[in-house]
């Protein structure tokens, strides 16, 4: 596997019926309305976001929600730098799903993802059922951002994304050694030439 | 024109002594004092061209020469110096600037950062050509160099003897002395001076011995030393040094150490040359076992790159003169281009990178046992050197990567079945095949025209006929994106997000096939397909492929790796998803 220097792969990620697939396609077609973006478009994504001065370009895939496809999680999340966590906020059994995929990925890629819970149809706030406050203590105290956003009112994605480049941004920079910067051309190193002996009188 | 390759050599530096910078060319001069270690230089003697010092021909290595003091062009070091492309005229440069410059360039490309653990790390294969070549210095330096009384042609001679020494001696690192003093061949000499240095090594090799020995390894060590010195010098060791170092060594137990120490001044001795220190360093390296990983491979690349006459086979890619060219003019794309050029390159010979192939086919069939490693670094190596081999090539951003491609197809046209069968497994093959008869479920739900479904199935079968991991991987997207692009479902499907995001589409027909309709129309594709031994094929992309998956080439593979999972697990789905 090559390095990414400027690619990021982002999965999705929550129980059926909280709106990924929404969000995904929302974000999409959101500024993208009249022409196609590929022809994977309703499932992969690839978007190219300017953070932190540079280029970089998010590769967000979408998973399957089925319950029965839940035991392929790894496959998908294998090498990715971030997850977008879906919850609806109407549905406490779809929070109670985050913390078991938190756990998960935690427990199987490690501290080095970047997580953000996202409280989707924020639009029916008047249904909620996930209560705000443990919402965000629970984000906190797993390290991760928790966002609110609407697939249907188009609120809160572009920030969802943005500051999740962000955050996957930084820690690549934090893992790179700082000893090897980018740089166009090879730095050319010879080792430092012994210094001279005296003079030996066994040559000839 | 000898003048002018002479002069592009002093001026490239390859044939100045990387230690000293002198240019040294052999000479007949009587009364001078040898400028390394004293004594009067009767006959034999070499005089740098450029600064006029003398020394004897066995001396020329000897780290008590000075510099070189020519001002016209002073010895620089290359350290920590890069060297622009442009700023080096490609049009004249030797193969060694060519190398350098394709390097540079293949470095810079995405494909070249993840490979930069195969492309020199500090520079050691790849010397930086001399600074951009100036008119006016030309000239300046032809008018010196004509000054001097060698004739060019005894020059280019004792050139090319070097260089095939020195090749020769990178080549089997055991042979080089133990002495740190590797020095260019030396004539044998006389009965009578054979008489007298036999004596004078014999007894100066005891007494360095013994010194050496006893200095790491006390009396016991002092007397083991001489005695192991005597021998080696007994035994026709030419210098008493030789005798101190091998008694020394010996009893102190750093062999090790010592040999490493033989190893950095071995690749230290060959700067400018490129080729020659790669060799030099790769060779040492697998001696030494610095890295372990495709060490035999990097040695058998640099032992056929040795042997090729790289200078004599560089093919310059130009569309005027080539005779390729009236063939490529009729190919399009880039790909199709540089797949010819490989295929071409590769057939004759000649060229330096059939030779590495040559060298590594043969190994790999030696080597069964390492079979993925080895067909990577196979790959790797041969690709790098074809686009080194071609300064043009290098240029292309996505030059390496073609080039990956088509050297693929050359190996793998005759190493697949090898390389295939290791990925085989004949319990997941039966479980697949009891999968596979179940009926297909969620394809039912599609309407009647099934198009593009049966188009996916198709080009899921063609992997068996791919060869290549680029070719399967592609075989894999046209299939997935096949089933996006089916999205008659009937109106009644249960539709997870129908509400959200997607009422701003006009054509309710038309809706995307989401990820949770994808998946099992994967499920049902990779049934109808009945691709034997699929998850082989997935396997062998995984391994082989040079894609970091990040794209829609990974989503593909991951779709239809995750199909073949549910199929697998669960051979036994219940037939509605």
């Known amino acids: 596997?090559?390095?990414?220097?400027?690619?990021?792969?982002?999965?999705?990620?929550?129980?059926?019926?909280?709106?990924?697939?929404?969000?995904?396609?929302?974000?999409?077609?959101?500024?993208?309305?009249?022409?196609?973006?590929?022809?994977?478009?309703?499932?992969?994504?690839?978007?190219?976001?300017?953070?932190?001065?540079?280029?970089?370009?998010?590769?967000?895939?979408?998973?399957?929600?089925?319950?029965?496809?839940?035991?392929?999680?790894?496959?998908?999340?294998?090498?990715?730098?971030?997850?977008?966590?879906?919850?609806?906020?109407?549905?406490?059994?779809?929070?109670?799903?985050?913390?078991?995929?938190?756990?998960?990925?935690r427990q199987i890629v490690g501290a080095e993802i970047c997580i953000t819970i996202a409280g989707n149809k924020i639009d029916l706030e008047k249904h909620r059922a996930v209560p705000e406050d443990e919402a965000l203590d629970y984000a906190r105290s797993v390290n991760a951002t928790h966002v609110y956003t609407s697939a249907k009112q188009n609120k809160g994605l572009d920030h969802a994304f943005l500051d999740l480049a962000d955050r996957m941004c930084k820690r690549r920079q934090a893992q790179r050694p700082p000893s090897n910067p980018s740089r166009k051309h090879l730095l050319l190193v010879d080792e430092p030439a012994a210094p001279p002996k005296p003079k030996q009188n066994n040559c000839c | 024109m000898e003048e002018e390759s002479t002069r592009a050599l002093v001026n490239e530096g390859m044939m100045r002594s990387p230690r000293h910078g002198h240019a040294f060319a052999k000479q007949q001069m009587l009364g001078r004092f040898c400028a390394g270690c004293g004594k009067?230089?009767?006959?034999?003697?070499?005089?740098?061209?450029?600064?006029?010092?003398?020394?004897?021909?066995?001396?020329?290595?000897?780290?008590?020469?000075?510099?070189?003091?020519?001002?016209?062009?002073?010895?620089?070091?290359?350290?920590?110096?890069?060297?622009?492309?442009?700023?080096?005229?490609?049009?004249?440069?030797?193969?060694?600037?060519?190398?350098?410059?394709?390097?540079?360039?293949?470095?810079?490309?995405?494909?070249?950062?993840?490979?930069?653990?195969?492309?020199?790390?500090?520079?050691?294969?790849?010397?930086?050509?001399?600074?951009?070549?100036?008119?006016?210095?030309?000239?300046?330096?032809?008018?010196?160099?004509?000054?001097?009384?060698?004739?060019?042609?005894?020059?280019?001679?004792?050139?090319?003897?070097?260089?095939?020494?020195k090749h020769a001696r990178a080549l089997e690192p055991h042979l080089v002395d133990e002495d740190e003093e590797v020095t260019t061949p030396r004539r044998p000499p006389s009965r009578s001076r054979r008489l007298g240095l036999w004596a004078g090594a014999t007894a100066a090799g005891t007494v360095a011995g013994g010194v050496v020995g006893s200095a790491f390894a006390g009396p016991a060590g002092a007397l083991l030393g001489a005695k192991l010195a005597q021998a080696a010098v007994a035994s026709g060791a030419t210098a008493c040094n030789v005798g101190a170092f091998v008694g020394g060594a010996a009893v102190s137990y750093r062999q090790r150490h010592l040999l490493r120490s033989v190893s950095a001044d071995v690749a230290r001795l060959w700067t400018r040359r490129d080729d020659a220190r790669r060799v030099?360093?790769?060779?040492?390296?697998?001696?030494?076992?610095?890295?372990?990983?495709?060490?035999?491979?990097?040695?058998?690349?640099?032992?056929?790159?040795?042997?090729?006459?790289?200078?004599?086979?560089?093919?310059?890619?130009?569309?005027?003169?080539?005779?390729?060219?009236?063939?490529?003019?009729?190919?399009?794309?880039?790909?199709?281009?540089?797949?010819?050029?490989?295929?071409?390159?590769?057939?004759?010979?000649?060229?330096?990178?059939?030779?590495?192939?040559?060298?590594?086919?043969?190994?790999?069939?030696?080597?069964?046992?390492?079979?993925?490693?080895?067909?990577?670094?196979?790959?790797?190596?041969?690709?790098?050197?074809?686009?080194?081999?071609?300064?043009r090539l290098a240029e292309a951003a996505d030059a390496l990567e073609l080039a990956f491609d088509a050297v693929d197809r050359v190996i793998l046209s005759h190493a697949y079945d090898i390389v295939f069968a290791k990925f085989d497994d004949p319990d997941r093959n039966r479980l697949l095949e009891a999968a596979c008869d179940d009926p297909t479920s969620y394809v039912f739900k599609l309407r009647k025209n099934r198009t593009h479904f049966n188009k996916a199935v198709a080009a899921l079968k063609t992997l068996d006929a791919a060869k290549t991991p680029s070719d399967k991987l592609r075989c894999l997207v046209s299939s997935v994106e096949a089933l996006a692009r089916s999205p008659l479902f009937d109106k009644d499907d249960d539709d997870d997000d129908r509400d959200q995001g997607r009422n701003n589409n006009n054509n309710n027909n038309n809706r995307d096939v989401t990820a949770d309709v994808l998946l099992p129309l994967a499920v049902d594709c990779v049934r109808a397909a009945r691709?034997?031994?699929?998850?082989?094929?997935?396997?062998?992309?995984?391994?082989?492929?040079?894609?970091?998956?990040?794209?829609?080439?990974?989503?593909?593979?991951?779709?239809?790796?995750?199909?073949?999972?549910?199929?697998?697990?669960?051979?036994?789905t219940p037939s509605a998803f």
């Open chain 2, 40 to 165: 009067l230089a009767w006959a034999s003697a070499c005089r740098c061209l450029l600064c006029g010092t003398t020394v004897h021909r066995s001396c020329t290595m000897l780290r008590s020469v000075p510099k070189c003091t020519w001002a016209g062009d002073p010895l620089e070091t290359p350290s920590e110096r890069t060297v622009p492309w442009d700023e080096v005229d490609a049009s004249r440069a030797s193969l060694a600037a060519v190398r350098y410059i394709s390097l540079q360039r293949v470095a810079a490309t995405g494909a070249g950062r993840a490979l930069r653990g195969v492309l020199p790390s500090n520079i050691a294969a790849v010397a930086a050509p001399r600074r951009r070549r100036d008119d006016a210095l030309l000239a300046a330096e032809a008018a010196k160099i004509k000054r001097l009384p060698v004739k060019p042609t005894e020059l280019t001679s004792l050139l090319e003897l070097a260089t095939a020494a």
């Open chain 2, 280 to 391: 030099a360093e790769r060779a040492l390296n697998a001696a030494s076992g610095a890295t372990a990983a495709g060490e035999p491979f990097d040695a058998a690349a640099a032992a056929a790159l040795a042997r090729a006459d790289l200078d004599g086979a560089f093919l310059e890619f130009d569309p005027a003169s080539d005779p390729l060219a009236p063939k490529l003019a009729e190919l399009a794309t880039l790909d199709d281009q540089v797949a010819i050029f490989v295929q071409t390159v590769l057939a004759t010979r000649r060229t330096a990178p059939a030779r590495v192939h040559a060298a590594l086919s043969k190994l790999f069939y030696q080597r069964r046992h390492h079979v993925l490693p080895d067909v990577v670094a196979w790959i790797r190596c041969v690709s790098l050197e074809i686009v080194a081999y071609h300064a």
């Open chain 2, 531 to 572: 691709v034997p031994k699929l998850h082989a094929h997935l396997a062998f992309v995984e391994h082989l492929g040079r894609d970091d998956f990040l794209g829609v080439q990974g989503y593909a593979l991951t779709t239809i790796h995750c199909a073949l999972s549910v199929l697998t697990k669960n051979p036994h």
């Open chain 1, 1 to 105: 596997m090559g390095p990414r220097d400027n690619g990021f792969k982002v999965v999705l990620l929550g129980e059926g019926r909280v709106g990924k697939t929404s969000i995904l396609l929302r974000y999409v077609k959101g500024e993208f309305s009249d022409r196609q973006v590929s022809t994977l478009q309703a499932s992969y994504l690839d978007r190219r976001l300017a953070v932190q001065d540079q280029s970089i370009q998010l590769s967000i895939w979408d998973t399957a929600g089925q319950e029965r496809f839940h035991a392929l999680g790894p496959i998908y999340y294998r090498d990715a730098d971030g997850a977008l966590l879906v919850y609806d906020i109407t549905d406490y059994s779809s929070f109670n799903k985050v913390t078991k995929w938190v756990r998960e990925l």
